[in-house]
């Protein structure tokens, strides 16, 4: 069974109770929910979210838009997905993160799609334009990386299969259009919302995709001059927080 897991939770420091800012009037994770629904190849959609008291609107946000949800470690993101493909049966996945409203399904297929290759263990994508895919994991190299880990703390995840020599590793070439590094779409700041607003806010109640985003910036290019400079920051933050800890 393939599916999404939504990784979302409430606390964040930086921009507090970011899932549930409202934006056209809807909340940031429903927009991503929303985006997702629109892959043609996944079996299930799953948000993945904690057993803190406060994480449990989210739980009733999953329910209230037709999807599965499943509370886990608050820390361990990778066993919060193992427990989560274990109830449900999941053999691969595309991992979708709440910051991230314009996660591309047309790209999550694409990762779906190489999947039928069984020796792959870990697709990611390292052109693509900041928040339109994360990665695709196989639940075998998943179970692998929770044994080999000597810690809780897996928010940067993904060293545990780019920097052990463990897995075998797929970059998925995505079309040209799409490797865009002038271009932010993850939700960390508060210029990152205004970004968001602002694409919302043009197109409406329209549906629209990243192609339609990106042509739509190359018309507007101080777009995404509202929001790239926090990149620089996210960046720092993230290599900060990028610890690798095996047994």
């Known amino acids: 069974m393939k599916a999404i897991l939504i990784t979302v939770r409430t606390g964040s420091t930086r921009l507090p109770n970011k899932a549930l800012l409202s934006i056209n009037g809807k909340t940031t994770i429903e927009h991503l929910i929303d985006r997702v629904k629109g892959s043609e190849l996944a079996d299930?959609?799953?948000l993945c979210t904690t057993t803190l008291p406060e994480d449990d609107v989210l739980c009733r946000i999953a329910i209230k838009n037709g999807i599965k949800y499943y509370k886990g470690s608050v820390e361990d993101?990778?066993?919060r997905w193992n427990g989560a493909c274990r109830e449900y049966g999941v053999e691969f996945f595309v991992t979708a993160d709440g910051d991230?409203?314009?996660c591309e399904p047309q790209i999550i297929d694409m990762a779906f799609e190489k999947s039928s290759d069984k020796s792959i263990d870990f697709i990611k994508c390292d052109e693509i334009v900041c928040g339109a895919f994360t990665y695709g994991i196989r639940y075998e190299a998943l179970k692998k990386a929770c044994k080999m880990k000597d810690t809780a703390e897996t928010e940067m995840m993904w060293v545990y299969?780019?920097?052990?020599?463990?897995?075998?590793?797929?970059?998925l070439d995505v079309p040209k259009i799409f490797k865009r590094s002038d271009i932010r779409m993850t939700l960390d700041y508060e210029e990152?919302?205004?970004?968001?607003?602002?694409v919302f806010s043009h197109f409406g109640l329209l549906d629209f995709n990243l192609v339609d985003i990106i042509d739509y910036i190359n018309k507007k290019p101080e777009v995404a001059k509202i929001n790239i400079e926090m990149e620089k920051a996210w960046s720092e933050n993230q290599k900060n927080k990028t610890t690798l800890k095996v047994k």
């Open 161 to 171: 299969f780019t920097d052990t020599g463990e897995f075998n590793i797929h970059n």
């Open 77 to 79: 993101k990778l066993e």
């Open 100 to 102: 991230d409203l314009f």
């Open 192 to 198: 990152d919302l205004m970004f968001f607003k602002n």
């Open 44 to 46: 299930e959609i799953i």
